[in-house]
């Protein structure tokens, strides 16, 4: 599992996140052509928006990683069998393979879109009334630890990592009242290859 994890996190590379123009020109909706439910709608129109496609790659990790039954089932595995992965081990990993150490250079505007995702994934959960405790207290030690590395940041990123901040800083305020919504990535129905 913990093989699986690190693989799934390959993904979320920034590197891995960029899309070639070769690929790209693939996957929009032409601009005079009817629509196409194999075409991404992108958030900018006719142009691919290299944005929708690492919220689409973040969309597919995280659906996979943040859910409450799969969460809850590593927390009953590692009950009984300590060396098996737990919700809070999945958790941090996501957190900390997503949010850079302090003076790293792996942050792009893309990394942004993907923390950006983790954030609201992980407030969501952490808000859900009918997620059971001990994973919504995993979602909530996840938020506080990405509002922990985003003090005092000093990555290209400050304005974004600030709205970030801020938008953790409701949250922590007023839970119910600040549950982000997540935005689709515009991916076409079905599985994703």
């Known amino acids: 599992q913990r093989e699986a994890l690190r693989l799934a996190l390959q993904a979320l590379k920034p590197e891995e996140l960029e899309i070639s123009p070769a690929v790209w020109h693939s996957l929009v909706q032409y601009e005079n052509q009817g629509p196409n439910p194999e075409a991404y709608r992108s958030s900018a129109g006719y142009v691919f928006s290299p944005y929708d496609g690492a919220r689409s790659i973040a969309e597919t990790i995280f659906d996979g990683l943040i859910d409450v039954q799969r969460l809850e089932r590593l927390n009953s595995i590692h009950h009984f069998e300590a060396s098996a992965p737990s919700a809070g081990e999945i958790i941090s990993a996501l957190v900390q393979n997503t949010f850079p150490a302090a003076g790293s250079t792996k942050n792009s505007e893309l990394s942004g879109v993907v923390q950006n995702e983790l954030a609201d994934r992980l407030m969501i959960l952490a808000a ?54 997540v935005k689709p990535s515009g991916a076409p129905a079905g599985p994703p290859i």
Request: net charge positive.
């Open 128 to 181: 859900d009334d009918n997620a059971p405790p001990e994973v919504s207290a995993d979602a909530w030690t996840g938020v506080e630890q990405i509002h922990a590395k985003l003090q005092g940041t000093t990555t290209a990123r400050t304005a974004e990592n600030a709205a970030l901040k801020r938008k953790i800083e409701m949250f922590l305020r007023d839970p119910k009242r600040n549950v982000p919504k």
